[in-house]
């Protein structure tokens, strides 16, 4: 490494972010990027550890640690610190078809398993690949890639998402006629109306897909297959068929109250402010307003918080966030070792906008919600709500037991459904006739294929709710296998 003592000299210095007060008013990203100085200092902190265990993407204790897409880390840190920023970006693309997007919405397993990381604060490993895939755009370094030779074989990929960009990326160089089928009306799937603007500026998704289609893969948009095109007429036209759905099945709460008006899963929420921000910079009003509202989120997971941002966004008057499990620890506890990703407590960008506006964290811990109460129209009126305590029995499995008297209730006109996703959608499935396990393509890793000739599956449609790495990972692997069988 160019500093083999950097880790000793430099300390870990957090991206900087607008003030969480004044950036609610907008809807553009919240972080503000490092100076080249800066970054050189933060590429000097890796280690030349001789196992950069960042890179390794495997699954301990069922969350990923390391990178699933096996980044070379600790040779683009090293390139950033010597100033070779062109060669960085070389190196960052041979594993990564979208840094751009990692670099803001992943939320970097590789930083929970730097070596630095076992005794003191992790290199900035994401912001870092997020300034490379900057600067290359900014410089004019990225420029379409038009495949020389096409091979006359032709790929449907369903779903823009990660997994299908991936896929029809890898596919398209290898010189296929790939077609992606979106059934929004803007290609992306959930990075373009899953994730919030402030997170992930859409022009960032937009530029990415205008680069693709200059390098020769065709977005059909508005088109819902099964519905628009039969599953029987895309397997005649195409020579394989790529299934990148998504698991968008969101978990429902099985609650008393629930028909109360008032009450929409988080991803429609998300969805609707986006698509009328893209549209009419909320001219039209077709989104769901919560201004001057109480406002519930119930959930404790990434898309929660977005929820909370984007309530903020739009003037709520307060803003709750409901999760069953108790506050994280400040650091690793005893069974939470490295390499494993660190289940710490963290303030994400929404949390201090909230704290910012209202004074306090909004999230409540091990709470569990008894009831929905409607007023006498069928308006969403408060929420009913008791403690819990998380105990473990005597085999080692942890259960949840309320605790009397910590009843509460809970003022809301709105309340959104952040709690997962049951997997993918089942009418197409069932219309292409693959066998389905867990509400889940039934595919193996490594193979992809289903039990339908010539169709495939990656990403959460076979793997279930995952992050965005994983996403890429599969929209890679399963172009490779794909090559495979069209090449035979």
Avoid at 238 to 263: H, M, N, P, W, Y
Avoid at 297 to 317: H, S, Y
Avoid at 323 to 349: E, I
């Amino acid at each position: 490494m160019g500093k083999p003592t950097g880790f000793m000299e430099y300390s870990r210095e957090k991206v900087g972010e607008r003030n969480p007060r004044t950036r609610q008013n907008d809807w553009k990203e919240y972080t503000v990027p490092f100076s080249d100085e800066k970054l050189r200092i933060q590429g000097a902190r890796c280690m030349d550890c001789s196992i950069p265990f960042c890179h390794t993407g495997m699954e301990i204790q069922g969350a990923t640690s390391g990178c699933p897409i096996h980044n070379l880390i600790p040779e683009w840190n090293d390139l950033v610190y010597r100033g070779r920023w062109k060669e960085a970006l070389d190196r960052l693309l041979k594993t990564n078809n979208f840094p751009e997007f990692t670099g803001r919405v992943c939320p970097a397993p590789c930083e929970g398993s730097c070596t630095l990381a076992i005794s003191d604060p992790a290199v900035t490993i994401k912001n870092i690949e997020q300034a490379i895939i900057d600067k290359g755009f900014e410089n004019g370094w990225i420029t379409p890639r038009i495949p020389k030779l096409r091979t006359g074989k032709k790929v449907a990929i369903i779903g823009s998402g990660p997994a299908g960009l991936a896929a029809a990326d890898q596919l398209n160089q290898a010189g296929h006629s790939v077609t992606v089928y979106e059934r929004a009306d803007r290609p992306g799937g959930l990075l373009m109306y899953g994730i919030p603007n402030m997170k992930l500026e859409k022009e960032v998704v937009e530029r990415r897909v205008r680069l693709l289609t200059q390098e020769g893969i065709d977005f059909v948009t508005n088109t819902e297959v099964g519905k628009d095109i039969t599953a029987s007429e895309l397997q005649t036209q195409f020579d394989a068929v790529i299934l990148c759905t998504g698991a968008q099945k969101q978990r429902d709460l099985v609650i008393e109250g629930r028909e109360a008006k008032g009450i929409h899963f988080a991803m429609d929420y998300l969805t609707l402010a986006t698509k009328s921000l893209l549209d009419s910079n909320f001219e039209d009003g077709q989104f769901i307003n919560v201004e001057d509202k109480d406002v519930i989120v119930i959930g404790g997971g990434d898309t929660g918080a977005d929820c909370v941002a984007t309530a903020l966004r739009q003037k709520a008057k307060s803003v709750v966030q409901f999760g069953k499990h108790p506050q994280l620890p400040g650091q690793r506890t005893s069974d939470n070792l490295w390499p494993a990703y660190p289940n710490v407590f963290t303030m994400d960008y929404a949390y201090k906008e909230a704290e910012a506006k209202f004074g306090d964290d909004p999230r409540q811990y091990s709470i569990q919600t008894k009831k929905i109460v409607a007023d006498e129209n069928g308006n969403l009126k408060e929420l009913h709500t008791i403690q819990m305590e998380k105990l473990k029995d005597e085999e080692g499995r942890y259960y949840f037991k309320e605790i009397p008297g910590t009843e509460k209730v809970w003022p809301a006109q709105f309340v959104f459904i952040a709690i997962g996703f049951e997997g993918t959608e089942q009418p197409l499935l069932r219309q292409f006739g693959v066998k389905e396990v867990n509400q889940k393509v039934a595919a193996r890793y490594g193979e992809f294929k289903t039990n339908v000739e010539g169709v495939f599956a990656a990403g959460d449609a076979r793997r279930g709710q995952s992050l965005i790495v994983w996403a890429i990972n599969e929209g890679r692997e399963v172009a490779q296998e794909v090559e495979k069988y069209l090449m035979v």
